[in-house]
């Protein structure tokens, strides 16, 4: 009975941190690819003459950034 009642418990513990190890990563993910990944996607781009994928793309984010409510 305490083998039953041990497993349930260390069930719902690493079912909490699984969440938990989720949502971290979620938030890590969107910061790595806000501050990392997008600007090189617009330096590349502008680098290689994709001038025209670029800027709507620098455009959009911009706006997106702007109109975005504050925490």
Same mark, same amino acid.
């Given at each position: 009975?305490?083998?039953?009642?041990?497993?349930?418990?260390?069930?719902?513990?690493?079912?909490?941190?699984?969440?938990?190890?989720?949502?971290?990563?979620?938030?890590?993910?969107?910061?790595?690819?806000?501050? %990392?990944? $997008? !600007? *090189? /996607?617009?330096?590349?781009?502008? &680098?290689?003459? #994709?001038?025209? %994928?670029? $800027? !709507? *793309? /620098?455009?959009?984010?911009?706006? &997106?950034?702007? #109109?975005?409510?504050?925490?």
């Amino acid at each position: 009975m305490l083998t039953f009642i041990f497993s349930i418990m260390m069930a719902v513990i690493f079912g909490r941190l699984l969440i938990f190890a989720l949502r971290c990563a979620w938030g890590v993910g969107r910061v790595l690819f806000t501050l %990392l990944f $997008l !600007p *090189l /996607l617009i330096i590349g781009a502008a &680098a290689q003459g #994709l001038m025209a %994928l670029a $800027l !709507p *793309l /620098l455009v959009v984010m911009g706006l &997106a950034s702007l #109109l975005r409510p504050q925490r």
